[in-house]
């Protein structure tokens, strides 16, 4: 069975912190690692890392994906109160094309 | 494009009640998904599908029926619903790879 596990389960932090979010994962035939963020509503994309694209960057957020330790981290550096939300990390791979396995989700606050 | 969208917004029934979900995407994507969203659980998949006419059970699907007639429309159906049956509904849709997402419903079961 496909296993993805992020922690921290929570964290709290102050406006202009750097914050590491991290997601190890179990499956077969690896193919995918997503990272969304959750506000009050939908999950949104952040990112994909494959063995193709082991690292990516967007504004103050930045992913890497290490596939000797089956992990990836999320880093966000000068953090904001609009950073606030839920991480989700997930694992596409298996026999199931398409199908992601979510982990439980780091739920980051940050305050003024 | 109005991307994923999802009917009812919200919903309460009395135990044992029916009701379908409706999950629509003007993407022509070809997989469409539904999952249910519980503290502290993050999403985990009741069941799937990779095309029109096919429906696969994923993590959670005890409870839950589904149908994928029409490409662009994925319904999930509560046959008698359970308090256990409580919690945030989130259909979405892909190409495979990444997922986009609807904006939810929120079902509660007395």
């Known amino acids: 069975e496909d296993k993805v596990v992020q922690s921290p389960l929570s964290l709290v932090v102050h406006e202009g912190d750097t914050v590491t979010l991290n997601c190890s994962y179990e499956?077969?035939?690896?193919?995918?690692l997503l990272w969304y963020k959750q506000e009050k509503k939908a999950p949104t994309f952040l990112f994909m890392l494959?063995?193709?694209?082991i690292e990516k960057k967007s504004g103050r957020l930045s992913s890497i994906l290490d596939k000797k330790e089956l992990s990836s981290i999320l880093n966000i550096t000068a953090t904001q109160t609009g950073d606030s939300a839920i991480y989700l990390c997930?694992?596409?791979?298996?026999?199931?094309?398409?199908?992601?396995?979510f982990g439980q989700g780091t739920i980051l606050t940050v305050h003024p | 494009n109005a991307g994923v969208t999802q009917t009812p917004k919200f919903r309460v029934l009395k135990t044992g009640q029916s009701m379908t979900l409706l999950c629509a995407q003007d993407?022509?994507?070809?997989?469409m998904y539904w999952y249910r969203q519980d503290p502290g659980m993050g999403l985990r998949l009741i069941h799937y599908?990779?095309?029109?006419?096919?429906?696969a059970k994923g993590e959670v699907p005890d409870g839950y029926n589904v149908s994928r007639l029409k490409k662009q429309n994925f319904l999930l159906g509560l046959e008698s619903a359970a308090p256990s049956q409580t919690s945030v509904y989130f259909c979405?849709?892909?190409?495979?790879?990444?997922?986009?997402f609807g904006p939810g419903t929120r079902l509660l079961v007395l």
């Open positions: 997930a694992v596409e791979g298996g026999t199931s094309y398409g199908k992601l396995t």
């Open positions: 993407m022509n994507h070809e997989y």
């Open positions: 499956v077969t035939n690896f193919r995918s």
């Open positions: 494959t063995s193709s694209g």
């Open positions: 599908s990779v095309g029109e006419g096919t429906t």
């Open positions: 979405a849709s892909s190409r495979g790879g990444t997922q986009y």
